[in-house]
């Protein structure tokens, strides 16, 4: 009897452990003979914990699964896949995973996760093995074509970024795993960590071939306990077999891996900060000009990629650019991980060709708000992205259409609000973080947003609102164009939005926002 | 200068640390994991061993929220405070911990649990969707414990 219960953190934190010891138990008590499995999480987290049981005829799902259910389940003869009020029916026929067009996220939630067998049998290191056949430049050629973009959020072609530390002479050269997910909204890298860690370690491992690096590191944020864990057991299992070390896969060539972990800054995300804390001193955001890929990680061409875009390598390896390149719209090629969050009836990971619209997601995926009250404004691409109006839910998401609406797709985390939310009191939020988390290397930022929080406190308690709106504006303005990065440049996407889409929330009519 | 002593636990963890590249954060964290702080003592024995200013050292202490300068309480609580769990209510979560008992609360953004919001963490251990009853259950077991 196999059973498989997520040992996802989402998961763990709607006691999955406790249900996993409770049924271990029972079936102790009943002397029945279980095989319990600690699997990724499909991605159906308003059903966590979700169990399935192992059937000839395929995975029966029951969900969401308490301790207390666990005596009724074995009375119902769930190990069979006996009818109870919690059974869901067969996994792969649940309308939510049904729609899906699932290319990174294939084995997530399928497979146990530190199994080098099951990663095996899933099309495991067929990717690798490829790139091992082929020169580096074709390695690179390969991503390129497949349109593949940073998935991170700046949507930078991952090939032409590659293609410029490859060129690049140096004696050594790193791959460096952007695993610094900050962004409310967003847990599509924890859950690949989690659930498919060796999908990570053969992209990354992919990369070091294509342009020559030989050392790599994973920069994971401390937030993420339970994926730096299972990451160290994956690499230590991989190193092992072979697969990382001097000789990976026999072919003599040598990548070495490492975890590393951050320390609660949220500007560790930006790249420069992230190359910055990894050497060791505080996370401030490097000027560019140069480049990371020129000079990156201690001096050295270095390629920086988020965790996304490393893990979708091994499948475009593995099946070829036009098989993935087929998916998407427009320049946006492929697929995208959609994370649907907030107060969502059905939240979770979407993965979906671009081009779905926002309320195909937030309806037909989501079944609408958690609260049953109508939503109101949509918060796309993390706390830097814009709020967008039920105006702009039927546009496709797609990188350059999102640009047109002055919006942010970037890496897919949806944050649904309901009609109770006060956007004048979201924009005031979206200043207040920057100013708590800017590095302080700039002043757009550094001062900026402190500035901004008093503005918008004006704005709200109706203190010479004309004047402050004006002021505001320009602020946003010197922000947008002064800052370094992406801290202090995208933070006026969510205060603008708001202000432009959500006026009366600011004490002001249509027109007495037009001007913003 | 002060020897390194063998049942020092900072010398022990500063000697095996120093070589790697980058070492400073990672000593940091291994000097956390063991003594739950980073006590200032250890400031000048670090500094020295990477050839660092002590300001140096300080600067990337306080830089970091994660890292910690004196002993946090017996238990610690992290309401998640961001956008996700502000859709759910975190704001009267976070109302509520700080009204319901001398906890020592703290918030934090992002938990990655976005979808099972609000969420908070009782010292390492996750929690979602954390109503406010389930807050008061969670939190009379930790009374229990202490």
Redesign the interface.
């Given at each position: 009897m196999k059973l498989f219960v997520p040992g996802d953190s989402a998961a763990l934190a709607l006691g999955a452990n406790e249900l996993t010891a409770a049924i271990a138990a029972e079936a102790d008590r009943r002397h029945i003979d279980i095989t319990l499995v600690r699997n990724g999480s499909r991605g159906m987290l308003w059903l966590e914990p979700m169990l399935e049981v192992s059937t000839p005829e395929g995975r029966i799902a029951y969900g969401p699964v308490e301790t207390t259910d666990v005596v009724s389940l074995f009375d119902a003869d769930f190990l069979h896949g006996g009818a109870h009020h919690l059974r869901l029916g067969f996994t792969e026929e649940l309308d939510f995973l049904k729609k899906q067009e699932r290319l990174t996220f294939a084995r997530v939630g399928i497979t146990d996760p530190l199994s080098l067998e099951d990663y095996l049998a899933h099309e495991g290191f067929v990717g690798l093995q490829q790139a091992l056949s082929m020169p580096a430049a074709a390695i690179v050629q390969q991503v390129t074509d497949s349109g593949l973009r940073g998935r991170g959020g700046a949507a930078f072609p991952t090939g032409i970024k590659w293609q410029t530390v490859l060129k690049t002479q140096a004696d050594q050269k790193y791959i460096v795993c952007n695993a610094d997910e900050g962004d409310s909204g967003t847990f599509a890298d924890r859950m690949l960590m989690e659930g498919d860690p060796f999908v990570l370690i053969e992209g990354m491992t992919i990369a070091a071939l294509a342009v020559g690096a030989t050392m790599g590191y994973l920069y994971v944020r401390s937030e993420y306990p339970h994926a730096i864990h299972i990451l160290n057991k994956a690499i230590e299992i991989a190193r092992e077999a072979g697969y990382l070390g001097r000789d990976i896969a026999g072919s003599g060539k040598t990548f070495e891996l490492e975890v590393r972990k951050g320390a609660g800054a949220y500007v560790c995300g930006e790249e420069t900060a992230l190359l910055e804390s990894l050497e060791g001193r505080r996370g401030i955001v490097r000027s560019k000009p140069p480049l990371p890929a020129i000079t990156g990680l201690f001096g050295k061409p270095t390629v920086i990629n988020n965790v996304i875009s490393l893990a979708s390598v091994p499948i475009i390896m593995a099946r070829g650019a036009a098989f993935y390149k087929d998916y998407g719209m427009g320049r946006s090629r492929g697929t995208l991980p959609f994370q649907l969050a907030g107060n969502i009836k059905q939240g979770g990971l979407i993965e979906k060709a671009f081009g779905i619209t926002l309320r195909e997601l937030m309806f037909d995926f989501g079944g609408g708000s958690m609260t049953g009250r109508a939503i109101k404004a949509v918060q796309v691409g993390g706390p830097l992205g814009a709020y967008l109006p039920e105006s702009q839910w039927d546009t496709p998401m797609d990188y350059e259409a999102y640009t047109a609406l002055w919006a942010v797709l970037g890496h897919g985390g949806i944050v649904v609000h309901d009609d109770t939310a006060n956007l004048s009191h979201l924009a005031r939020y979206a200043m207040k973080f920057c100013a708590i988390e800017s590095c302080g290397k700039c002043t757009p930022c550094r001062i900026g947003s402190t500035r901004g929080v008093e503005v918008l406190d004006k704005i709200i308690n109706d203190q010479d609102k004309t004047a402050q709106l004006e002021l505001l504006t320009d602020l946003c303005d010197t922000m947008l164009h002064g800052s370094m990065c992406a801290m202090g440049g995208m933070t006026p996407y969510p205060v603008l939005s708001a202000l432009k889409h959500f006026p009366q929330d600011f004490g002001l009519t249509d027109t007495g926002a037009q001007h913003a | 200068m002060n020897l390194p002593c063998h049942n020092d636990p900072i010398a022990a963890i500063i000697a095996s640390h120093q070589l790697i590249?980058?070492?400073?954060?990672?000593i940091?964290?291994a000097i956390q994991d063991e003594l739950r702080f980073i006590p200032p003592e250890a400031i000048g024995p670090i500094a020295s061993a990477?050839n660092l200013s002590r300001a140096?050292v300080h600067?990337?202490i306080s830089?970091?929220?994660?890292?910690l300068t004196s002993p946090p309480p017996a238990h610690q609580i992290h309401i998640c405070c961001?956008?996700?769990?502000?859709?759910?209510g975190s704001e009267r979560l976070m109302q509520h911990a700080k009204s319901t008992g001398d906890f020592s609360v703290h918030p934090?953004?992002?938990?990655?649990?976005?979808?099972?919001?609000p969420?908070m963490m009782i010292d390492?251990q996750?929690?979602?969707?954390v109503t406010l009853d389930k807050f008061d259950r969670l939190t009379e077991m930790l009374g229990d414990q202490s």
């Open positions: - | 590249p980058g070492a400073l954060l990672p940091l964290h990477l140096e600067g990337v830089f970091y929220h994660y890292f961001a956008e996700a769990c502000q859709s759910m934090v953004y992002c938990l990655g649990l976005c979808a099972n919001s969420a390492d996750l929690h979602a969707r």
